[in-house]
Nanobody, 127 residues
Framework: QVQLLESGGGLVQAGGSLRLSCAAS????????MAWFRQAPGKEREFVAR????????YYGDSVKGRFTISRENAKNTVDLQMNTLKLEDTAVYLC????????????????????WGQGTQVTVSS
């Protein structure tokens, strides 16, 4: 079992920045591919970013590319999401997820690929 806990959400004005963090209890996150998704009310879960386990390659959803950065903080055993130039449409619950399998039929942007999820942290962007 991998237990994930997100933190860092809050209320921010459009154009501002937030840094989210995902921590794991009892597991070393550097051994897993990790991702951030988000879900707004009434909408499907949307892929935000992923960082690979082997080479720390990163991937981003089109709506956040160039504004968000996913990174590993191995000393803290966290995976962080730096969010800059926030927009109203970034408002959502942000969830981190762990991909512990070596093979999956799902693409990395598909939530079904991920085995463990945190509870989420709310990000609200105001005008």
């Amino acid at each position: 079992q991998v237990q994930l806990l997100e933190s860092g959400g809050g209320l921010v004005q459009a154009g501002g920045s937030l840094r989210l963090s995902c921590a794991a209890s009892g597991r070393t996150l550097s051994t897993y591919a990790m991702a951030w998704f988000r879900q707004a009310p009434g909408k499907e879960r949307e892929f935000v970013a992923r960082i690979s386990a082997t080479d720390s390659a990163t991937y981003y959803g089109d709506s956040v590319k160039g504004r968000f950065t996913i990174s590993r903080e191995n000393a803290k055993n966290t995976v962080d999401l730096q969010m800059n130039t926030l927009k109203l449409e970034d408002t959502a619950v942000y969830l981190c997820a762990a991909d512990v399998r070596t093979f999956s039929v799902y693409t990395y942007a598909n939530p079904n690929r991920y085995d463990y999820w945190g509870q989420g942290t709310q990000v609200t962007v105001s005008s």
